[in-house]
Protein backbone atom coordinates (compact mmCIF):
# COMPACT_ATOMS: atom_id res chain seq x y z
CA UNK A 1 0.00 0.00 0.00
CA UNK A 2 2.65 2.59 1.02
CA UNK A 3 4.67 1.50 -2.16
CA UNK A 4 1.60 2.43 -4.56
CA UNK A 5 1.28 5.68 -3.13
CA UNK A 6 4.72 6.56 -3.05
CA UNK A 7 4.21 5.44 -7.31
CA UNK A 8 1.47 7.38 -7.37
CA UNK A 9 3.45 10.46 -5.73
CA UNK A 10 6.69 9.75 -8.49
CA UNK A 11 4.22 9.60 -11.48
CA UNK A 12 2.17 13.00 -10.63
CA UNK A 13 6.15 14.57 -9.42
CA UNK A 14 7.33 13.64 -13.00
CA UNK A 15 3.82 14.96 -14.62
CA UNK A 16 4.70 18.41 -12.67
CA UNK A 17 8.35 18.31 -13.43
CA UNK A 18 7.43 17.49 -16.74
CA UNK A 19 5.41 20.54 -17.14
CA UNK A 20 7.55 22.57 -15.38
CA UNK A 21 10.62 21.87 -17.50
CA UNK A 22 8.61 22.83 -20.54
CA UNK A 23 8.07 26.19 -19.21
CA UNK A 24 11.50 26.69 -18.17
CA UNK A 25 12.49 26.22 -22.40
CA UNK A 26 9.94 28.24 -23.05
CA UNK A 27 10.95 30.95 -21.18
CA UNK A 28 14.64 30.09 -21.92
CA UNK A 29 14.17 30.43 -25.37
CA UNK A 30 12.14 33.65 -25.57
CA UNK A 31 12.98 35.77 -22.96
CA UNK A 32 17.38 35.15 -21.92
CA UNK A 33 18.44 31.97 -22.63
CA UNK A 34 20.20 31.00 -20.19
CA UNK A 35 19.95 32.08 -16.97
CA UNK A 36 17.17 29.54 -15.83
CA UNK A 37 19.26 26.32 -16.81
CA UNK A 38 20.31 25.53 -13.69
CA UNK A 39 16.81 25.56 -12.63
CA UNK A 40 15.90 23.45 -15.65
CA UNK A 41 18.23 21.04 -14.96
CA UNK A 42 17.07 20.48 -11.12
CA UNK A 43 14.20 19.86 -12.92
CA UNK A 44 15.08 17.11 -15.40
CA UNK A 45 17.36 15.73 -12.84
CA UNK A 46 14.14 15.07 -10.47
CA UNK A 47 12.32 13.79 -13.31
CA UNK A 48 15.31 11.58 -14.40
CA UNK A 49 15.02 9.74 -10.88
CA UNK A 50 11.33 9.38 -10.68
CA UNK A 51 11.32 7.66 -14.58
CA UNK A 52 14.24 5.53 -12.81
CA UNK A 53 12.68 4.20 -10.17
CA UNK A 54 9.77 3.17 -12.47
CA UNK A 55 12.32 1.67 -14.74
CA UNK A 56 13.26 -0.52 -11.81
CA UNK A 57 9.85 -1.75 -12.04
CA UNK A 58 10.20 -3.81 -15.12
CA UNK A 59 12.22 -6.70 -15.17
CA UNK A 60 15.37 -4.44 -16.82
CA UNK A 61 18.56 -6.29 -17.46
CA UNK A 62 20.83 -3.41 -15.56
CA UNK A 63 23.73 -4.64 -17.87
CA UNK A 64 21.76 -3.97 -20.83
CA UNK A 65 21.01 -0.72 -19.16
CA UNK A 66 24.65 0.23 -18.51
CA UNK A 67 25.30 -0.19 -22.28
CA UNK A 68 22.45 2.37 -23.23
CA UNK A 69 24.03 4.77 -21.43
CA UNK A 70 27.80 4.20 -22.40
CA UNK A 71 25.96 3.88 -26.19
CA UNK A 72 24.08 7.02 -26.15
CA UNK A 73 27.57 8.65 -24.57
CA UNK A 74 28.75 8.91 -28.22
CA UNK A 75 26.43 11.53 -29.19
CA UNK A 76 25.54 13.20 -26.07
CA UNK A 77 29.05 13.12 -24.05
CA UNK A 78 28.90 13.05 -20.26
CA UNK A 79 24.98 14.57 -20.85
CA UNK A 80 23.96 11.54 -18.46
CA UNK A 81 26.13 13.20 -15.64
CA UNK A 82 25.35 16.43 -15.94
CA UNK A 83 21.72 16.39 -16.05
CA UNK A 84 20.03 12.57 -15.43
CA UNK A 85 22.11 10.71 -12.99
CA UNK A 86 20.44 10.63 -9.63
CA UNK A 87 23.95 10.53 -7.62
CA UNK A 88 24.60 13.48 -9.13
CA UNK A 89 21.24 14.88 -7.99
CA UNK A 90 21.97 13.79 -4.45
CA UNK A 91 24.99 15.64 -4.38
CA UNK A 92 23.45 18.56 -5.78
CA UNK A 93 21.04 19.09 -2.98
CA UNK A 94 23.59 18.73 -0.42
CA UNK A 95 25.34 21.82 -2.21
CA UNK A 96 22.20 23.77 -1.82
CA UNK A 97 21.50 22.69 1.62
CA UNK A 98 25.34 24.22 2.04
CA UNK A 99 24.52 27.61 0.30
CA UNK A 100 21.25 27.69 2.13
CA UNK A 101 23.98 27.82 5.08
CA UNK A 102 26.34 30.18 3.62
CA UNK A 103 28.94 27.58 4.34
CA UNK A 104 32.10 27.70 1.36
CA UNK A 105 33.01 24.58 -0.88
CA UNK A 106 36.61 23.75 -0.97
CA UNK A 107 38.66 23.70 -3.75
CA UNK A 108 40.21 20.41 -4.20
CA UNK A 109 44.39 21.71 -5.50
CA UNK A 110 44.45 21.11 -9.19
CA UNK A 111 47.09 18.52 -9.07
CA UNK A 112 44.98 15.82 -6.89
CA UNK A 113 41.83 16.37 -8.45
CA UNK A 114 43.62 15.49 -11.97
CA UNK A 115 44.96 12.72 -10.37
CA UNK A 116 41.52 11.91 -8.90
CA UNK A 117 40.03 11.90 -12.32
CA UNK A 118 42.93 9.47 -13.64
CA UNK A 119 42.29 7.07 -10.61
CA UNK A 120 38.68 6.18 -12.23
CA UNK A 121 40.58 4.31 -15.43
CA UNK A 122 42.03 2.48 -12.49
CA UNK A 123 39.04 2.03 -10.59
CA UNK A 124 37.05 0.64 -14.12
CA UNK A 125 40.29 -1.33 -15.19
CA UNK A 126 39.87 -2.91 -11.33
CA UNK A 127 36.38 -3.64 -12.28
CA UNK A 128 37.05 -5.36 -15.38
CA UNK A 129 40.09 -7.44 -13.98
CA UNK A 130 37.34 -8.89 -11.70
CA UNK A 131 35.14 -9.66 -13.93
CA UNK A 132 37.94 -11.77 -15.78
CA UNK A 133 39.02 -13.07 -12.61
CA UNK A 134 35.67 -14.55 -11.63
CA UNK A 135 35.41 -15.63 -15.40
CA UNK A 136 38.70 -17.97 -14.90
CA UNK A 137 37.66 -19.04 -11.65
CA UNK A 138 33.97 -20.75 -13.08
CA UNK A 139 34.68 -20.96 -16.77
CA UNK A 140 31.57 -21.02 -18.95
CA UNK A 141 30.87 -24.75 -19.97
CA UNK A 142 30.80 -23.83 -23.73
CA UNK A 143 30.83 -20.44 -25.87
CA UNK A 144 28.04 -20.06 -28.46
CA UNK A 145 26.25 -16.89 -29.17
CA UNK A 146 23.83 -17.63 -26.62
CA UNK A 147 26.09 -18.67 -24.14
CA UNK A 148 27.64 -15.12 -24.81
CA UNK A 149 24.81 -12.90 -25.17
CA UNK A 150 23.82 -14.33 -21.42
CA UNK A 151 27.07 -13.67 -19.76
CA UNK A 152 26.77 -10.14 -21.21
CA UNK A 153 23.90 -9.33 -19.22
CA UNK A 154 24.19 -11.83 -16.14
CA UNK A 155 26.85 -14.57 -15.11
CA UNK A 156 30.34 -13.70 -14.62
CA UNK A 157 29.24 -9.74 -16.36
CA UNK A 158 27.33 -8.84 -12.82
CA UNK A 159 29.82 -7.80 -10.86
CA UNK A 160 29.94 -4.71 -13.78
CA UNK A 161 26.88 -4.25 -12.08
CA UNK A 162 28.31 -1.86 -10.00
CA UNK A 163 28.81 0.79 -12.73
CA UNK A 164 25.50 1.36 -12.66
CA UNK A 165 25.03 1.85 -8.92
CA UNK A 166 24.74 5.46 -9.14
CA UNK A 167 21.80 5.19 -10.93
CA UNK A 168 19.98 3.61 -8.06
CA UNK A 169 16.74 5.06 -6.51
CA UNK A 170 16.89 6.51 -2.95
CA UNK A 171 13.35 4.68 -2.52
CA UNK A 172 13.90 1.49 -4.72
CA UNK A 173 11.10 -0.86 -5.98
CA UNK A 174 12.82 -3.82 -4.61
CA UNK A 175 14.06 -5.19 -1.20
CA UNK A 176 16.66 -2.80 -0.48
CA UNK A 177 19.07 -2.18 2.70
CA UNK A 178 16.77 -0.53 4.69
CA UNK A 179 13.02 -1.01 5.44
CA UNK A 180 10.57 1.44 7.03
CA UNK A 181 7.09 1.39 6.86
CA UNK A 182 6.61 -0.94 4.09
CA UNK A 183 9.15 1.10 2.23
CA UNK A 184 12.43 -0.26 0.84
CA UNK A 185 15.33 2.66 0.60
CA UNK A 186 18.64 2.39 -0.84
CA UNK A 187 22.03 4.16 -1.93
CA UNK A 188 24.29 4.52 -4.62
CA UNK A 189 27.01 1.32 -4.04
CA UNK A 190 25.17 0.33 -0.74
CA UNK A 191 24.22 -2.84 -2.44
CA UNK A 192 27.41 -3.61 -3.38
CA UNK A 193 29.66 -2.56 -0.53
CA UNK A 194 26.84 -5.04 1.78
CA UNK A 195 27.59 -7.71 -0.91
CA UNK A 196 31.33 -7.31 -0.63
CA UNK A 197 32.15 -6.33 3.22
CA UNK A 198 31.10 -9.79 4.28
CA UNK A 199 28.44 -10.12 6.56
CA UNK A 200 30.18 -9.08 9.96
CA UNK A 201 30.95 -5.65 8.33
CA UNK A 202 28.69 -5.16 5.52
CA UNK A 203 26.67 -2.54 8.11
CA UNK A 204 29.97 -0.42 9.66
CA UNK A 205 31.26 -0.35 6.37
CA UNK A 206 27.90 0.79 4.29
CA UNK A 207 27.54 3.62 7.29
CA UNK A 208 31.32 4.74 6.79
CA UNK A 209 30.67 4.65 3.22
CA UNK A 210 27.14 6.72 3.21
CA UNK A 211 28.90 8.90 5.56
CA UNK A 212 31.68 10.27 3.79
CA UNK A 213 30.01 10.09 0.54
CA UNK A 214 27.19 12.82 2.68
CA UNK A 215 29.68 14.73 4.18
CA UNK A 216 32.72 14.81 1.36
CA UNK A 217 29.88 16.11 -1.28
CA UNK A 218 29.12 18.63 1.87
CA UNK A 219 32.10 20.14 1.35
CA UNK A 220 33.36 19.10 -2.18
CA UNK A 221 30.96 19.80 -5.21
CA UNK A 222 30.30 16.18 -7.21
CA UNK A 223 32.73 14.62 -4.71
CA UNK A 224 31.96 11.08 -5.60
CA UNK A 225 32.36 12.39 -10.11
CA UNK A 226 35.72 13.24 -9.07
CA UNK A 227 36.65 9.37 -9.35
CA UNK A 228 33.31 7.33 -10.10
CA UNK A 229 34.15 4.65 -13.09
CA UNK A 230 31.28 5.25 -14.60
CA UNK A 231 31.49 8.88 -15.56
CA UNK A 232 34.83 7.61 -17.07
CA UNK A 233 33.76 4.98 -19.00
CA UNK A 234 31.17 7.21 -20.31
CA UNK A 235 33.43 10.04 -21.03
CA UNK A 236 36.46 7.37 -22.76
CA UNK A 237 34.73 7.02 -25.91
CA UNK A 238 36.39 9.77 -27.52
CA UNK A 239 39.71 8.87 -26.59
CA UNK A 240 39.80 6.15 -29.50
CA UNK A 241 40.97 6.83 -33.10
CA UNK A 242 38.18 8.23 -35.63
CA UNK A 243 35.91 8.78 -32.69
CA UNK A 244 37.12 12.38 -32.35
CA UNK A 245 34.21 13.67 -33.55
CA UNK A 246 32.29 12.58 -30.20
CA UNK A 247 30.52 13.55 -28.58
CA UNK A 248 27.97 15.68 -30.86
CA UNK A 249 27.06 17.43 -27.98
CA UNK A 250 29.62 19.88 -26.67
CA UNK A 251 30.98 23.03 -25.33
CA UNK A 252 32.52 25.68 -27.83
CA UNK A 253 34.61 28.14 -26.86
CA UNK A 254 35.56 31.33 -29.03
CA UNK A 255 38.76 32.86 -27.53
CA UNK A 256 38.01 35.91 -29.20
CA UNK A 257 35.70 36.79 -26.60
CA UNK A 258 37.32 35.24 -23.53
CA UNK A 259 38.70 37.98 -21.29
CA UNK A 260 39.72 35.33 -19.03
CA UNK A 261 37.90 36.52 -15.81
CA UNK A 262 38.05 33.13 -14.49
CA UNK A 263 33.85 32.82 -13.93
CA UNK A 264 33.82 29.61 -16.31
CA UNK A 265 36.92 27.58 -13.51
CA UNK A 266 35.15 29.04 -10.52
CA UNK A 267 31.26 27.97 -10.98
CA UNK A 268 32.44 24.65 -12.71
CA UNK A 269 31.50 22.38 -10.19
CA UNK A 270 33.71 19.53 -10.89
CA UNK A 271 36.44 22.25 -11.32
CA UNK A 272 37.46 21.76 -15.38
CA UNK A 273 40.22 24.03 -15.97
CA UNK A 274 40.15 23.55 -19.61
CA UNK A 275 37.44 25.69 -20.37
CA UNK A 276 39.38 28.73 -18.91
CA UNK A 277 43.02 27.39 -20.14
CA UNK A 278 42.07 25.88 -23.84
CA UNK A 279 42.17 28.46 -27.01
CA UNK A 280 39.27 28.67 -28.10
CA UNK A 281 37.36 25.71 -30.38
CA UNK A 282 35.45 22.16 -29.07
CA UNK A 283 36.35 21.59 -25.24
CA UNK A 284 37.56 18.05 -24.89
CA UNK A 285 38.25 16.68 -21.45
CA UNK A 286 36.80 13.62 -19.94
CA UNK A 287 36.16 15.89 -16.71
CA UNK A 288 33.30 17.62 -18.27
CA UNK A 289 30.06 16.73 -17.64
CA UNK A 290 27.86 19.20 -19.84
CA UNK A 291 25.92 20.77 -17.11
CA UNK A 292 26.06 24.03 -18.22
CA UNK A 293 27.15 25.99 -15.47
CA UNK A 294 30.48 27.81 -17.37
CA UNK A 295 27.38 28.44 -20.38
CA UNK A 296 25.38 30.25 -18.06
CA UNK A 297 28.12 32.28 -16.01
CA UNK A 298 30.52 33.09 -18.71
CA UNK A 299 29.33 37.24 -18.95
CA UNK A 300 30.50 37.39 -22.49
CA UNK A 301 27.89 37.17 -25.83
CA UNK A 302 28.41 33.98 -27.21
CA UNK A 303 31.75 33.23 -25.48
CA UNK A 304 30.87 29.75 -24.77
CA UNK A 305 28.57 27.54 -26.97
CA UNK A 306 26.85 24.46 -26.13
CA UNK A 307 26.82 22.44 -29.73
CA UNK A 308 25.19 19.91 -31.10
CA UNK A 309 27.29 19.12 -34.23
CA UNK A 310 27.65 22.36 -35.45
CA UNK A 311 24.18 23.72 -34.48
CA UNK A 312 24.02 25.88 -31.04
CA UNK A 313 21.65 24.98 -28.56
CA UNK A 314 21.98 28.05 -26.64
CA UNK A 315 25.30 30.58 -25.93
CA UNK A 316 26.36 32.54 -23.28
CA UNK A 317 25.06 36.30 -22.68
CA UNK A 318 26.10 39.56 -21.73
CA UNK A 319 25.16 39.95 -17.58
CA UNK A 320 27.43 42.35 -16.25
CA UNK A 321 26.35 46.08 -15.98
CA UNK A 322 27.96 47.24 -19.20
CA UNK A 323 30.80 49.21 -17.12
CA UNK A 324 31.36 45.37 -15.82
CA UNK A 325 32.24 44.83 -19.27
CA UNK A 326 34.12 47.70 -20.40
S1 LIG B 1 30.38 10.68 -12.50
FE1 LIG B 1 29.25 8.91 -11.66
S2 LIG B 1 28.13 9.69 -9.87
FE2 LIG B 1 28.84 11.44 -11.06
S3 LIG B 1 27.12 11.96 -12.33
FE3 LIG B 1 28.43 10.58 -13.56
S4 LIG B 1 27.67 8.52 -13.18
FE4 LIG B 1 26.77 9.85 -11.62
S1 LIG C 1 33.86 32.79 -18.12
FE1 LIG C 1 33.94 33.15 -20.34
S2 LIG C 1 35.10 35.04 -20.52
FE2 LIG C 1 35.46 34.29 -18.45
S3 LIG C 1 37.34 33.05 -18.62
FE3 LIG C 1 35.64 31.67 -18.92
S4 LIG C 1 35.30 31.58 -21.11
FE4 LIG C 1 36.56 33.36 -20.71
S1 LIG D 1 33.25 22.64 -17.86
FE1 LIG D 1 31.26 23.66 -17.82
S2 LIG D 1 29.80 22.19 -18.61
FE2 LIG D 1 31.69 21.07 -18.10
S3 LIG D 1 31.36 20.34 -16.04
FE3 LIG D 1 32.40 22.28 -15.85
S4 LIG D 1 30.76 23.82 -15.66
FE4 LIG D 1 29.84 21.92 -16.39
Not at 14 to 30: D, E, H, S, T
Not at 65 to 76: H, R
Not at 191 to 216: C, D, H, M, P, R
Request: proline fraction near 5%; hydrophobic fraction near 50%.
Amino acid sequence: MTMEIVAEALKLMAFAGLAIAAILVVLIWKKNRTTKLTYLKFVAQVVSMAAVFYLFTYTVRPLLLLAVILIASVVLGRFFCGWICPFGLYMDIITLIRKALKIRYRILPDKLNKFLHNFRYILLGFFLILVLIFALIEPPSSLNLFMLMALLFAGHFEHLGIMLSPVVPLIVPWEGPLEIGGLYFSYPYIQEVIKYSGKNFATIIALTFLGLTVVGSFFVRRVWCRFCPTGISVAAINRFKGFKWAPMLHIEKNETKCTKCGICKRVCPVQVTEVYEQKGGKIMTSMCMLCTRCVEMCPYEDCLKVNFGKKTVFSSRNWLEPSEIE
